[in-house]
């Protein structure tokens, strides 16, 4: 499975950002978007299960970070508003092949394939 992150950049506090992830044709339950601040450990944003759609959303991205696939275009994208400094990281997809739900699905040693990740930084 070889997975593609785009859509990272430079923003102002407040502004929206769209991050895509395009996933090469293979079996697998769910994608998720993680990312990881300099210092500190990569962290869980959100996951969407391909074949019914159903989202989860740490706690920090609630109400502000949107999640959704296509599937013709095999793409998942993480549509970002109201961001925050505090959002700058490396963003990263990953594909899971198991089924998972709720907090389940934010653990990610159980995710099997990784992007190369893309840079959102958020200015003050």
């Known amino acids: 499975v070889q997975l593609q992150a785009s859509g990272g950049g430079l923003v102002q506090a407040g502004d929206s950002l769209r991050l895509s992830c395009a996933v090469s044709r293979h079996a697998f339950y769910a994608v998720g978007w993680f990312r990881q601040a300099p210092g500190k450990e990569r962290e869980f944003v959100a996951v969407i299960h391909w074949r019914n759609g159903i989202r989860y959303y740490a706690d920090s991205v609630k109400g502000r970070f949107t999640i959704s696939r296509d599937a013709a275009e095999h793409t998942v994208y993480l549509q970002m508003s109201s961001l925050r400094p505090e959002d700058t990281a490396v963003y990263y997809c990953?594909?899971?092949?198991?089924?998972?739900?709720?907090?389940?699905?934010?653990?990610?040693?159980?995710?099997?394939?990784w992007g190369q990740g893309t840079q959102v930084t958020v200015s003050s």
């Open positions: 990953a594909v899971r092949a198991d089924y998972c739900s709720g907090n389940g699905c934010s653990a990610r040693n159980e995710y099997n394939y």
